[in-house]
């Protein structure tokens, strides 16, 4: 677990709250100082101060209910890092051979240095690739973006049959214990039961039962099998 | 004692004819095997730092001894997990002649996943297919003569519970080892896969220095797999800049044409590949869940779920405090009736009555006596019922339906698991405590567990106050320490600074636990403790009675009173008996009754004859709640350091003075007193 980092509010800060806003968002869920502080890595006052900040410059708004949204401006610049960020994952991993699950980090760094120029190049030596290395789609140069209709695992109610997408989750060891037990992108995963208030749900993956806790089901994001929910391209 | 597993297996493979390593998943009856094949003399080992342990145990077959490693149960081989990595690394040191694999016949296609990472390895390997029975009973056949052509390995059906098909599996196993093993399977990857490991191959055919001996295409795989040992070891080769390259580049054109990371493409190829030989070889009829399934389920259905588990937990107290009573008045009985007059013979014959005699009396006859009556009884119960707890599965419904209270204390479900286990011993529960990520976690976790009244504090509870002011002053304590617990817990939370992980978990189906492991866990545990509590129980009883005999003792408690006497109101030598209760929780009691026998003869082994109810109540709970045995302490410390043992201890201690004043002042204020 990466230690926080000391607070000066700093682009690069401010860069990556504002990412962690628009990906928080891009899950469907309304979320919290926390959940935003743990994205960028960063203390949850660092990350109280630097959505003020953003706020001031009108980029993030409080949405309603209670959830943080980005203003127009606000998801242009986010596509914008998210680009970078997508594309700097694709160049670890394809160009200088990093492991699957450790491209996250070095991205982390490399996406606030990226000139629009270098960006432009980069997308050319790549080939103009349209997901990451996790599976997420990359946004266009002109910021469209095309996802295919997900929720998040969390959402679905007992009874569901749906196939994994993708898993919104940048912390290796993780994602690799999730793939040798059967949970990755692909795997058909019946919801048998959801507690209430909050708790757990039980899945079904082929025989296997597990108990995954609402924070896992949340990072995993599905597509329902019965009607195929069609690619948005807006 | 645990030693290094490195040394372990090396010594092991020296004594015997054979060495045979038992892989398999969680909770698919790989404990059972290796219980029927063993017999008493398990050791244990783990490597420096891992809790995960490895068990070794001799057996003998025919004329061979035969050296069985018991590897950790995990769902795969690999770096990941700490089970995962150990299991890997005892099944490469022990380089066993053979791999027994356990199979679930009820769930053979994710089980499959670890037999092929096996043959991977190019270990020689055996399947038990374990469960035919539950799986017949489910519907499922599955057909071993065809396994077994798949896999190049010969397939035993089993029922290990019952020891059934376990002569034919041994039987396979020497015959597995003695003759040359079969072609290796036909157990292909993709063609852009198998180019890309085919092109590594050739290139580390020449290496003679490959680890563990290991094949070129066992080498490959780990490779594309970006095993860090493996890759360390290319990064440290002479004039490997060439392998270096070809590995970056074979994984990138893995990711070009297939647009996913070769680590990821592997797991999802093998899980392909296990599903696909699972289909080939079983037969499914539809049919009803069974009755047993459906059941089981309702452990962790939303309505069912909770009061389930409050029928539970008052079936393991009343258990508890039944039997545990029963047992008490039954070994206390006999001790005074048979044991004590031919004891206390010899002392008096050989010593005369002087205070050398009675002192070492107070050791080998009271202190005994009280162990029978107190520690002994409640521990014992204990264990079978957590050994039942874990082979039923039950402990994880208790994890799921604790996860949402886990998380309000930064935990997840997976918590609970050690925290039962603390209810019978704290050690081995913060041992436990390693199965959750982050340091953060084990640190609130031990605090809890810390808080959690372990089976000699149960003794305390029962033995006392439920005998001397009834069963819901006992129950009041639970429910005063359970409240505290959860408030330290919410606490710790807010205040540390980071956030919790969260659960994910296997759930198991319900299985019969087999008597025969219930038993020896049992005694295994119950050993354990009786080898560790016995010497710090006799020193204890003597120490104390040597005091007691030379009239020390009332000079020792006076200091005490000002805060025994004065701020909780019980009398200062109890007092005493608390602080000399840091060596075993138990002791304070036990050392308590002594002093009462001593003092009023063997029938006054009832507190109330120098003690009011009340005073019992807070006299257990600050017993209850103050600072864990050195034990406890010893093993914090090792886990946590020394600085968060001696903060978690003095927190307790303070916590325990509060509440014990606390509770003198309400029971005053009310005017109980039982």
């Known amino acids: 677990m990466a230690s926080p980092r000391p607070t000066a509010l700093t682009d690069e800060l401010l860069e990556d709250c504002l990412q962690a806003v628009h990906r928080l968002e891009g899950a469907g869920r309304g979320e919290g100082l926390g959940r935003v502080a743990a994205f960028a890595r960063v203390t949850e006052a660092a990350a109280r101060e630097a959505l003020q900040e953003l706020g001031a410059r009108g980029l993030v708004q409080n949405g309603q209910p209670g959830g943080l949204t980005l203003t127009p401006e606000g998801r242009r610049q986010a596509v914008g890092i998210l680009r970078r960020h997508r594309l700097s994952e ?139 929910e069609p690619v948005s391209c807006p | 004692m645990p030693m290094s597993c490195h040394g372990a297996l090396q010594e092991l493979r020296q004594e015997v004819h054979l060495t045979v390593a038992l892989a398999g998943n969680p909770n698919v009856g790989k404990s059972s095997i290796f219980n029927r094949l063993t017999g008493m003399g398990v050791e244990t080992a783990n490597y420096p730092g891992k809790t995960v342990e490895v068990q070794l145990a001799e057996t003998r077959y025919g004329d061979r001894t035969i050296g069985i490693v018991d590897l950790p149960g995990t769902y795969a081989l690999g770096g990941i997990s700490e089970d995962q990595w150990v299991a890997r690394q005892a099944l490469l040191d022990s380089r066993p002649d053979a791999v027994i694999l356990v199979l679930d016949a009820t769930n053979l296609a994710r089980n499959l996943y670890l037999g092929l990472q096996i043959l991977e390895l190019g270990v020689p390997m055996v399947v038990a297919l374990n469960v035919v029975d539950q799986a017949k009973a489910r519907g499922i056949q599955v057909d071993a003569e065809r396994l077994t052509e798949i896999l190049g390995s010969p397939v035993v059906p089993t029922i290990a519970t019952r020891g059934t098909g376990l002569d034919a599996l041994m039987a396979q196993v020497l015959d597995r080892v003695t003759r040359p093993a079969p072609l290796p399977p036909r157990l292909r990857y993709s063609v852009d896969v198998e180019a890309a490991m085919g092109k590594l191959e050739r290139g580390l055919a020449s290496r003679d220095d490959r680890p563990h001996a290991l094949s070129p295409r066992a080498i490959a795989i780990l490779l594309l797999e970006g095993d860090p040992e493996v890759g360390a070891w290319l990064g440290g080769l002479e004039g490997a800049d060439e392998l270096i390259q070809l590995c970056d580049e074979m994984r990138a054109v893995l990711r070009e044409v297939r647009g996913e990371d070769a680590a990821l493409l592997l797991a999802r190829e093998r899980h392909g590949l296990a599903g696909l030989i699972a289909a080939e070889v079983e037969r499914r009829q539809p049919q009803r869940a069974l009755t047993a399934d459906r059941l089981w389920r309702l452990t962790t259905a939303p309505l069912t779920g909770l009061p389930l588990l409050g029928l539970v937990l008052a079936g393991i107290f009343s258990f508890l405090f039944y039997v545990g009573d ?42 005994i006596n009280a162990a029978l009556a107190v520690g002994i009884p409640y521990v014992l119960t204990f264990y079978v019922l957590l050994a039942l707890l874990e082979d039923t599965g039950y402990l994880n419904a208790v994890a799921f339906l604790s996860d949402q209270i886990m998380h309000k204390m930064g935990l997840h479900g997976r918590a609970a698991i050690p925290l039962v286990a603390g209810a019978g011993c704290n050690v081995p529960a913060i041992m436990g405590t390693r199965v959750l990520g982050s340091m953060r976690e084990r640190i609130i976790a031990s605090t809890l567990i810390v808080l959690t009244p372990c089976s000699a504090r149960t003794a305390v509870i029962l033995g006392a106050v439920a005998l001397t002011a009834g069963w819901k002053a006992a129950l009041a304590i639970y429910a005063v320490t359970f409240a505290l617990a959860l408030g330290t817990g919410i606490g710790m939370h807010r205040m540390l600074p980071g956030r919790g992980t969260g659960l994910v978990m296997e759930m198991f189906p319900f299985r ?102 009340d005073q019992i109540v807070v006299y257990a709970l600050v017993n209850t709640i103050y600072i864990p045995c050195v034990a406890t302490i010893a093993i914090l410390a090792r886990e946590l350091g020394w600085r968060r043992a001696l903060l978690i201890s003095t927190f307790t201690i303070v916590l325990a003075l509060l509440v014990g004043g606390a509770a003198r002042g309400l029971m005053t204020f009310l005017g109980w007193q039982g």
């Open chain 1, 90 to 228: 694709r160049l670890f991993a394809d160009i200088l051979g990093l492991p699957w699950d450790r491209v996250h980090d070095e991205a982390m760094r490399l996406e606030h240095a990226l000139t629009p120029e270098a960006e432009a190049r980069l997308a050319t030596l790549l080939n103009h690739p349209k997901t990451c290395p996790h599976g997420g789609p990359i946004p266009a140069a002109d910021g469209s973006l095309c996802v295919p209709a997900t929720r998040a695992l969390d959402q679905m109610p007992a009874g569901a049959r749906v196939r994994i997408q993708q898993i919104v989750e940048e912390e290796a060891r993780f994602l690799r214990y999730l793939a040798s037990l059967g949970l990755l992108p692909g795997a058909e995963v019946r919801v048998e039961e959801v507690a209430p208030f909050g708790g757990p749900l039980l899945v079904q993956v082929g025989e296997a039962r597990y108990a995954l806790g609402r924070d896992v089901a949340a990072k995993i994001l599905v597509q329902e099998e019965e009607r195929e």
């Open chain 2, 326 to 367: 029963w047992l008490s008045t039954g070994f206390s009985g006999l001790w005074t009736a048979v044991a004590s007059p031919v004891i206390r013979w010899p002392f008096v014959a050989l010593l005369g009555d002087g205070v050398l005699s009675r002192t070492l009396l107070w050791g080998f006859d009271a202190g």
């Open chain 2, 512 to 613: 019969r636990p087999g008597v025969r492991a219930i038993l020896k866990k049992t005694w295994y545990r119950f050993y354990h403790f009786v080898v560790m509590a016995t010497p710090i129980i006799l020193g204890g009883s003597i120490i104390l009675g040597g005091l007691y005999e030379t009239g020390l003792l009332w000079s020792l408690a006076r200091p005490l009173r000002p805060i025994m006497e004065g701020w909780l109101g019980i009398p200062a030598v109890a007092g005493l008996t608390l602080i000399v209760a840091v060596l075993r929780k138990e002791l304070a009691l036990q050392l308590l009754i002594t002093l009462a026998m001593v003092q009023y003869g063997p029938q006054a082994s009832n507190l109330l004859s120098f003690m009011r109810p």
